[in-house]
């Protein structure tokens, strides 16, 4: 199996802040990733899907990057609904892995 | 809401079985791909397989492999899901998700709400 690694486990913040999230995987998945936010008590929510691109209705603050095996997902201005859990997934092969989740909380 | 709607929790004995339905709602289904994620309390997320659109069929990962299975019922636009020989590490939420560009990958845009199963004797 793949395992994603993700990086920091949590992260504090203030509004305005930019905050960046590392992903790396095991192998090369070229750029099968996607990266979810999750709140308390809620379902995933789609962000970015293959590793770069914007899903529907995400802000543009939210964008993602890399290839290979290291990738990143960049909040370039922390709103206060965006203090939540982000995870990576891979998918590029199964069982599609997910990394532990990064908490991004306030500061 | 545009959200796939699952049925409601359960409690479970050791070594009984579940199974969870997924009903869409305001979305289409029967043209895609619906995997299912499971979330033990206070943990990440673990992917267990999908179906094929059109009936085409299942996807396991597996770790699942002989106790689980996913059905799909075109006709009321319904996905279930059974899990079979449950044990106190299959606590947990169990959420169906969309297939949201088709291609068998899990770029998931419509989640269920989640389903609680617990096992507990």
């Known amino acids: 199996d793949i395992q994603m690694t993700q990086s920091p486990s949590s992260v504090s913040a203030s509004v305005g802040d930019r905050v960046t999230i590392t992903c790396r995987a095991s192998?090369?998945?070229?750029?099968?990733l996607a990266w979810y936010q999750q709140r308390p008590g809620k379902a995933p929510k789609l962000l970015i899907y293959?590793?770069?691109n914007l899903q529907n209705g995400v802000p543009s603050r939210f964008s993602g990057g890399g290839s290979g095996t290291d990738f990143t997902l960049t909040i370039s201005s922390l709103q206060p609904e965006d203090f939540a859990t982000y995870r990576c997934?891979?998918?590029?092969?199964?069982?599609?892995?997910f990394g532990q989740g990064t908490n991004v909380e306030i500061k | 809401q545009v959200q796939p709607v699952q049925s409601g929790a359960e409690v479970k004995k050791p070594g009984a079985s579940v199974r969870v339905s997924c009903k869409a709602s305001?979305?289409?289904?029967?043209?895609?791909?619906i995997h299912w994620v499971r979330q033990a309390p206070g943990q990440g997320l673990e992917w267990m397989g999908y179906?094929?659109?059109?009936?085409?069929?299942?996807y396991y990962a597996q770790k699942f492999q002989g106790r689980v299975t996913m059905t799909r019922d075109t006709s009321t636009s319904t996905v279930y899901m059974e899990l079979s020989s449950l044990g106190y590490d299959d606590t947990a939420v169990y959420y169906c998700?969309?297939?949201?560009?088709?291609?068998?990958?899990?770029?998931?845009?419509?989640w269920g709400q989640g389903t609680l199963v617990t096992v507990s004797s």
């Open positions: 998700a969309r297939d949201g560009y088709n291609l068998g990958r899990p770029y998931l845009d419509y």
């Open positions: 305001g979305i289409t289904f029967s043209d895609y791909y």
């Open positions: 179906i094929r659109p059109k009936s085409r069929g299942p």
């Open positions: 192998q090369d998945i070229s750029n099968w």
């Open positions: 293959a590793a770069s």
């Open positions: 997934q891979q998918a590029n092969s199964p069982p599609y892995t």
